[in-house]
């Protein structure tokens, strides 16, 4: 079976945020901020996910584009939380590099899609090559 790295780094990420929310809920009492980071930090890999089974590499590329935007959001409410003291530096750090890192990848994923899409030519047909006279 063939690796699939954003899936498995985005789906590991989802796990992180999963329990990161758990603790920021339990043990720091906060509410608001780490359910905005719920929803975008696992957002990606539901994303990711959907662009598997895309209906064409517009498609995909749209899907990996809200997952860019997802992973995005992810870094801002983990600066966020930081900035307020709800997150350590280790804490920090940790999370905040893999979602640097997987937004990055996926960055790359879309750019290399995109490039696909514009050096692929164009196939003519019979038709576009007849002369009307």
Not at 47 to 55: I, L, Q, Y
Not at 87 to 103: G, M, Y
């Amino acid at each position: 079976m063939k690796n699939n790295v954003i899936k498995d780094k985005s789906f590991d990420f989802a796990i992180r945020i999963v329990k990161l929310y758990q603790y920021l809920c339990t043990e720091k009492k906060e509410f608001t901020l780490s359910k905005q980071l719920l929803r975008s930090g696992t957002s990606i890999g539901a994303m990711v996910r959907d662009a598997e089974h895309a209906e064409s590499k517009n498609d995909f590329i749209h899907k990996f584009a809200i997952a860019q935007k997802e992973a995005n959001e992810s870094v801002y409410w983990l600066e966020l939380l930081k900035a307020t003291d709800y997150l350590n530096d280790k804490e920090f750090e940790n999370i905040n590099t893999d979602a640097i890192a997987i937004l990055k990848l996926i960055t790359s994923i879309i750019k290399t899609t995109k490039n696909q899409l514009v050096s692929k030519p164009v196939p003519t047909t019979n038709s576009q090559l007849t002369i009307n006279n």
